[in-house]
């Protein structure tokens, strides 16, 4: 019986030192399993992350750009009617001073000027004729030129 107990013993000690060998691997596949889904994660995380810093970007500018549009909008001078003048020939001629520069702007080096025309809204570019006889002959960074006749007026923003 002691000689079964001692074959038992020693099979039991041989299949013990089989198998944690087994054991440690195992162990060790699952611990590098897990940090490798973790390392997954974490990109994941990341990746999300930047997208919505990109989309929070983006918002940004926006807002930027329509607070910068409110701004200019709030500086438009409310539109006053003012009477007209009649040439001879019975057609209404605007006076200068009911001509205002709202705004300049350039774009690939192309200026553009909004006018304010007797109450009217008008956008202009170098070379544009106003109704009233009014020609645009130059725009830069912070005043428009106009020309009519031999008269000269120098609109600022």
């Given at each position: 019986m002691e000689k079964n107990v001692q074959l038992h013993k020693s099979?039991?000690?041989?299949?013990?030192?089989?198998?944690?060998p087994q054991l440690a691997t195992a162990q060790t596949g699952a611990a590098d399993a897990t940090s490798q889904t973790s390392a997954a994660s974490t990109a994941d995380v990341i990746a999300k992350l930047n997208a919505e810093g990109a989309i929070l970007e983006a918002r940004l500018r926006n807002a930027t750009l329509q607070a910068d549009?409110?701004?200019?909008?709030?500086?438009?001078?409310?539109?006053?009617?003012t009477p007209t003048v009649t040439a001879t020939d019975g057609s209404a001629v605007a006076?200068?001073?009911?001509?205002?520069?709202l705004s300049i702007g350039?774009?690939?080096?192309?200026?553009?000027?909004?006018?304010?025309?007797?109450?009217?809204?008008?956008?202009?570019r170098k070379g544009?004729?106003?109704?009233?006889?009014?020609?645009?002959?130059?725009?830069?960074?912070?005043?428009?030129?106009?020309?009519?006749g031999h008269e000269h007026k120098t609109l600022r923003v």
């Open positions: 099979v039991l000690v041989a299949l013990v030192a089989a198998v944690l549009i409110d701004r200019l909008m709030q500086k438009t001078p409310v539109a006053v009617q006076k200068i001073e009911d001509i205002h520069a350039a774009f690939d080096g192309v200026y553009e000027a909004r006018l304010q025309v007797s109450g009217e809204v008008v956008n202009v544009d004729e106003l109704q009233n006889g009014w020609k645009v002959v130059n725009i830069d960074d912070s005043a428009v030129t106009l020309v009519r």
